[in-house]
């Protein structure tokens, strides 16, 4: 009954080789997010959609994008990794916040990046 | 900005003992607050969650009360199982879901 999958759960890429995360979502849910969680602290949000609405966070840097082709699914590209960007990235969802004014966060398992 | 606080781990306990975990927070106006646990090499869960004051959140045998005079949701659980061994964020989002917060999470180890 997984409802927010993300693919693959450890990936291992090369300083400066391009990486795609993918995260795919049973629930029908307007929103989805990206975030990245480094070891021992708080997830930190890098942007979300709103249904095809894509919101940066200001401080996300230019090697993060993200691509949302549909409901269901949305991709994490970094495009050029550095040895800071190992970390754990999180996948979620929530149904639309500002219709609801209630914003529950649903996670996947996470996909924790290596960078070597 | 809205903001979170937790107190520091990491918290180690004996299994059966009493445990709280501290929030407090920042915001404007009426947030909602939750309390989300992630378990070792997992993502995060909701755990509970109270959208206005006085609201009691439970699962799972935690608790934590909206209290709006402090500004705190305080996690508790009057017995501890080495299964709760995670680490445990306190989070806040305002009425529009267009600020979700997260605090720095706390470490709790739970011991046999």
């Known amino acids: 009954d997984a409802m927010v999958i993300q693919n693959p759960r450890y990936q291992v890429t090369q300083f400066g080789k391009p990486v795609t995360l993918s995260c795919s979502q049973t629930?029908?849910?307007?929103?989805m997010y990206w975030y990245q969680q480094k070891s021992s602290q708080a997830p930190k949000l890098l942007f979300h959609?709103?249904?095809?609405?894509?919101?940066n966070e200001a401080d996300t840097p230019d090697n993060f994008q993200s691509r949302r082709p549909n409901t269901s699914f949305c991709f994490l590209d970094i495009r050029s990794p550095g040895l800071g960007d190992a970390a754990m990235y999180l996948c979620?969802?929530?149904?639309?916040?500002?219709?609801?004014?209630?914003?529950?966060?649903?996670f996947g398992a996470g996909t924790r990046l290596s960078v070597l | 900005g809205n903001s979170v606080t937790q107190m520091e781990g990491p918290v180690t306990l004996s299994e059966e003992a009493f445990l709280t975990i501290n929030c407090t927070y920042t915001?404007?106006?009426?947030?909602?607050l939750f309390w989300y646990v992630q378990y070792p090499g997992e993502g995060l869960q909701l755990l509970l969650k109270?959208?206005?004051?006085?609201d009691k959140g439970s699962n799972k045998g935690f608790e934590a009360t909206y209290r709006k005079e402090t500004t705190s949701f305080h996690l508790e659980k009057g017995s501890v199982q080495v299964s709760d061994s995670a680490v445990y964020f306190c989070?806040?989002?305002?009425?529009?879901?267009?600020?979700?917060?997260f605090g720095p999470g706390t470490r709790l180890s739970v011991l046999p």
């Open positions: 979620a969802t929530s149904t639309n916040p500002r219709q609801t004014g209630l914003d529950i966060q649903y």
């Open positions: 989070a806040l989002s305002d009425n529009y879901g267009q600020n979700f917060v």
């Open positions: 629930l029908n849910h307007n929103v």
């Open positions: 959609y709103y249904d095809k609405d894509f919101n």
């Open positions: 915001a404007t106006g009426y947030p909602s």
């Open positions: 109270a959208t206005k004051a006085d």
